[in-house]
Structures are given as structure tokens and as C-alpha cells.
């Protein structure tokens, strides 16, 4: 059965510092994976998605992920986080186009001023 | 830009009663899911749905049934809710195929007392 792990549970980062966020799936194939934001009170947002080609793909708000086969991950990266990046921020995968996500536990981020 | 709403957005419901939680979507897709979302599991796939008519159990159907009675709406039933079924609960809508977005609704906050 595939799955995602999302070692951080909770990230505290200064503003204007940079953020990686940590991913690992297990799945026999590739799979198509996502990350997912949710704002208080919200529903989850798509940040972005890879299945294939270039191993970093870029998403929305400057964030960007980077997939790496050999280590079974797919970790998120910001360069200057921003205080409305406080979120909780979720790895997902699917087994095949546009079905059924498995997410993670999500890691929750605070921004500090 | 797509749109998944959910009714009610808030409900308390007693131990025993049937609860039926709606969600509705305008983005034409053929495949819904009912999410629900726990500190420490993530969100939880509970049951999803190909088209009107069809229901698929997702990896936690067990106090569940959904209702698939149109493209555009989707329900989750809840016929003896019970106390372990408080949670948050999300709808999302995908299409069929292609490497596409899930859209999720802002939720439902059940409270089972």
C-alpha cells in the first residue's frame, strides 16, 4: 500500500528565512504527488504537482518542490517565507491521474514576525 | 474558478442521531470524496464516487454511507453517529482524467455528543 510521511510536525521559522518542509512516499511505481496548503479555517489549496521531467517544479507563491526518485522524496523549499505563510501544509500522492489522495499528517508552519 | 460547497458548515449532532452532510460542485467533474481530517492522521479517504450513481468505499468507510444522486452533489451519512466520528470533514471534486487539481470545500466541523 503506498504512503506519505511527513517526518515535522510543527516548523517555527523567522520571516524572511527560508523553508524546506520534508516528504517521503513509499509506492512500487512513480507517482504523482502533490502539496497541498490549508489556511485557518479553509479548505486545502494546491501549491503544485509533479509526475515527471525536471525533478523541481515550481509552484504558486514561490514555492518550489523538488523530487528525488533515489531517496523516494518530494521535499518543498521556499527561499523568504512570509508571515501569511502560516499554514498547515500537506504532502499528497495519487497512484494515478487525478484520483485518490493519500496525504500525510501535514506539517504546520508559523511564521514569526 | 472552481467551486466545491459544503452544508452545514458547522454541526452538533447527538450519539445515536443520523447526520447527513452535503456538498455541491459547479466544476463539471466526474469524481467526489469525503475527507475527513484528525490531528496526527491527515486527511482520510472515507468514500468517493466516479460519476452519479456511484459509490466506492474509500480506506475508512466503517459508520459510513455516501449518496451520489447527480454529477453536482455528493453526501455522506452518518446513520448512528457515534462520539469517535467528531472530525472535520471535506468534499472534493476531481476530474476523471489527465493530471489535474482536486478541489476541496471548506469543510465541516461535526461535533458528536
Known amino acids: 500500500a503506498q504512503s506519505v510521511t511527513q517526518p515535522d510536525a510543527r516548523v517555527t521559522v523567522s520571516e524572511g528565512a527560508s523553508l524546506q518542509l520534508r516528504c517521503k512516499y513509499s509506492?512500487?511505481?512513480?507517482?504523482?504527488l502533490f502539496w497541498y496548503v490549508q489556511y485557518p479555517r479553509q479548505g486545502l489549496q494546491l501549491l503544485l504537482k509533479?509526475?515527471?521531467?525536471?525533478?523541481v517544479v515550481q509552484g504558486v507563491n514561490s514555492f518550489e518542490a523538488e523530487f528525488s526518485k533515489s531517496n523516494s522524496s518530494f521535499h518543498l523549499q521556499k527561499a523568504s517565507v512570509h508571515w501569511s505563510d502560516s499554514a498547515v501544509y500537506f504532502c499528497?500522492?495519487?497512484?494515478?491521474?487525478?484520483?485518490?489522495?493519500?496525504f500525510g499528517i501535514g506539517t504546520r508552519v508559523l511564521v514569526r514576525p | 474558478e472552481a467551486a466545491v460547497t459544503q452544508s452545514p458548515r458547522n454541526k452538533v449532532a447527538v450519539t445515536g442521531g443520523k447526520v447527513t452532510l452535503s456538498c455541491n460542485q459547479t466544476?463539471?467533474?466526474?469524481?467526489m470524496y469525503w475527507y475527513r481530517q484528525d490531528t496526527g492522521h491527515g486527511l482520510r479517504l472515507i468514500h468517493y464516487?466516479?460519476?452519479?450513481?456511484?459509490?466506492e468505499k474509500g480506506d475508512i468507510p466503517d459508520g459510513y454511507k455516501a449518496s451520489r444522486p447527480s454529477q453536482e452533489n455528493f453526501s455522506l451519512i452518518l446513520e448512528l453517529a457515534t462520539p469517535s466520528q467528531t472530525s472535520v470533514y471535506f468534499c472534493?471534486?476531481?476530474?476523471?482524467?489527465?493530471?489535474?487539481?482536486?478541489?476541496f470545500g471548506k469543510g465541516t466541523r461535526l461535533t458528536v455528543v
Open positions: 472534493a471534486s476531481g476530474d476523471a482524467g489527465g493530471f489535474t487539481e482536486v478541489f
Open positions: 464516487s466516479y460519476g452519479a450513481g456511484s459509490t
Open positions: 499528497a500522492l495519487s497512484m494515478s491521474a487525478g484520483n485518490k489522495l493519500t
Open positions: 509533479y509526475y515527471s521531467g525536471d525533478p
Open positions: 509506492y512500487s511505481a512513480t507517482p504523482y
Open positions: 466544476n463539471n467533474h466526474n469524481n
